[in-house]
């Protein structure tokens, strides 16, 4: 069910049962993170295999505090600048953490959401909330309550609505070696913006390299479609008048064709707005039972990076 009822999300998660909660980045299947029952239905509900730990949610850097041993300097400060916000940060647990959340490592993914919805509710419990995104494993994030809603249907019985994404991507995951900042995923907050605040940093998991946290497996995100990147989508159209297509664009372009069905990410061009939009528009297009989806890749700057590497993970096979 589909519901504005903070209170009733309060007391299933009091239950120990599951919630999808509304963030700025995506939805999250949320439970208890001191509840080994939630956790375990979490992993099952996803389908997750149990090696990819999940990502604690709590409501302000002094509850953060109670669940992590030390911050380094640069962690700080990037709380300081980004939380509430679409920043992870990976820092060595306590003891109370469970293991069971973050797959038997030492460390910890700790994020404070800006999400007046979550954020209210977090205020409301006793216990921070696990929640990875709230899709079947390797399919598409949700960025609205209805995805969420029909990914698992009466199997979730409570989704908090908190209205569209606003950013619309995943956090971005940054760990720390010797107070350098680790960028693990590319996210809603840019590389360029993560520097700006902590100093030069590393960024370790790209889609050719070992696959070094358990989650930045090349097959994420994925539709069902068959997902391209191309050159050029009017050349692609074009040239296979036969297939029919799915356009994901961006910018002012002109794609009236025959069999092809195309969504505008930003008019502007603008890559906020084109985040925001990005996984809906995968996800309305890859139910149209189209031969393919295709798209070009991003410019390279600031937020671009993060969208160019979920759509190469969405185009690998
Ligand atoms: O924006 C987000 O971060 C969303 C919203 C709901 O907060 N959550 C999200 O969770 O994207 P999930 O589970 O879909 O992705 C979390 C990623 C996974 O790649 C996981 O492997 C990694 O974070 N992760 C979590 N805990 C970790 C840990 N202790 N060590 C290394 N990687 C970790
Ligand atoms: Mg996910």
């Known amino acids: 069910m589909i519901t504005s009822n903070i209170s009733y999300a309060v007391n299933a998660l ?11 980045t995506v939805y999250g299947l949320a439970g208890s993170a001191f509840n080994e029952h939630a956790i375990d239905k979490i992993y099952k509900l996803k389908n997750r295999p149990t090696c990819n730990p999940l990502i604690l949610h709590t409501h302000s850097i002094e509850e953060v505090l109670k669940f992590v041993q030390h911050v380094p300097p640069a ?40 999400h007046a919805v979550t954020l209210s509710l977090l205020q409301q419990l006793d216990f921070p909330l696990v929640a990875p995104s709230a899709n079947p494993y390797t399919r598409i994030s ?14 979730l019985p409570v989704i908090l609505d ?6 619309g991507i995943e956090s971005t995951i940054v760990g720390f070696h010797d107070n350098i900042p680790v960028i693990y995923r590319q996210g809603a907050i840019s590389v360029d913006a993560i520097e700006f605040i902590a100093g030069k940093s590393k960024v370790q998991a790209t889609i050719k390299e070992k696959v070094t946290t358990p989650g930045m497996s090349p097959m994420h995100y994925a539709p ?10 009017l050349d692609f159209i074009y040239e296979n008048r036969e297939l029919k297509i799915g356009a994901l664009t961006l910018g002012k372009i002109d794609v009236n064709q025959p069999n092809t069905n195309s969504i505008n990410l930003s008019i502007a061009a603008d890559l906020e707005e084109a985040s925001a939009n990005l996984y809906k528009s995968m996800y309305d297009l890859d139910g149209m039972g189209l031969d393919c989806i295709i798209i070009e890749l991003f410019p ?8 160019n590497d979920r759509i190469r993970r969405a185009s690998f096979r």
């Open 300 to 307: 390279e700057i600031g937020i671009g990076k993060s969208l």
């Open 14 to 24: 009091n239950q120990g049962d599951l919630v999808a909660i509304p963030t700025e």
């Open 162 to 167: 908190g209205d569209i994404c606003a950013k």
């Open 142 to 155: 949700p960025t609205n309550a209805k995805m969420v809603d029909d990914y698992f249907g009466e199997a």
């Open 75 to 114: 962690a700080m400060k990037l709380a300081e600048a980004f939380w509430p916000g679409p920043l992870t940060l990976l820092l060595p647990k306590k003891s109370n953490i469970p293991l069971s959340v973050t797959s038997s490592s030492h460390l910890v993914a700790v994020r404070i959401p800006n």
């Open 224 to 233: 069902m479609t068959k997902f391209c990147i191309v050159e050029s989508i």
